[in-house]
């Protein structure tokens, strides 16, 4: 264990994690009545303070069936200060070639890939290259990329998930 700029211990990645799951655990010894969702990594993507989608990142060895419909259903819910449902997806994503399976889970979310990429949601996972989901990324809060945003897509990987994970669909990000 280290210590904060305070003085305090802070604890390892491992023993913060293994806390997490005991509270995890014992919250569900609260009852039926007191529900919780219990998330590996929620990311809110904003733009300028504004949330423009929810992502929830699972490690493409992540066990799916942990993940309950009323989880889904809960991170669904969301909505702007407009009162406009903010997509919900989740991406399973590969470390080292970063590559990505990517399920809208609600309305929004659908809508929202059919608008950028009509056609593209011809599976219920969509494979795509780190260079085609940071696009849909940057899609989320802008509706054309300027040159600046094209130069850092031109860097990133363009390498499909495993075969055998993903099917044979292939999807273009232009």
């Keep these: 264990m280290g210590y904060t700029t305070n003085g305090h211990r802070r604890m390892d990645a491992e023993a913060l994690m293994r806390a997490q799951q005991e509270l995890?655990?014992?919250?569900?010894?609260?009852?039926?009545d007191v529900p919780v969702v219990d998330l590996d990594y929620l990311m809110a993507e904003f733009n300028h303070g504004v949330p423009?989608?929810?992502?929830?990142?699972?490690?493409?060895?992540?066990?799916?069936?942990?993940?309950?419909?009323?989880?889904?259903?809960?991170?669904?819910?969301?909505?702007?200060?407009?009162g406009q449902q903010i997509?919900?997806?989740?991406?399973r994503y590969?470390?080292?070639?970063?590559?990505?399976?990517?399920?809208?889970?609600?309305?929004?979310?659908?809508a929202f890939f059919e608008r950028v990429k009509p056609g593209l949601l011809t599976a219920e996972w969509v494979p795509m290259t780190e260079q085609?989901?940071?696009?849909?990324?940057?899609?989320?809060?802008?509706?054309?990329?300027?040159?600046?945003d094209r130069r850092y897509l031109e860097r990133l990987n363009k390498e499909m998930p495993p075969a055998e994970a993903v099917g044979v669909l292939e999807v273009s990000h232009g």
């Design 24 to 32: 995890s655990d014992r919250h569900r010894d609260w009852g039926d």
């Design 132 to 148: 085609q989901f940071v696009w849909l990324l940057y899609r989320l809060r802008k509706d054309a990329l300027d040159l600046r």
């Design 94 to 110: 590969w470390p080292g070639i970063w590559a990505f399976k990517v399920r809208p889970v609600n309305d929004a979310a659908t």
């Design 87 to 91: 997509p919900f997806m989740v991406a």
């Design 52 to 82: 423009v989608a929810i992502v929830d990142y699972k490690h493409h060895m992540a066990d799916l069936a942990r993940t309950s419909a009323k989880t889904h259903e809960t991170l669904s819910g969301f909505y702007d200060r407009d």
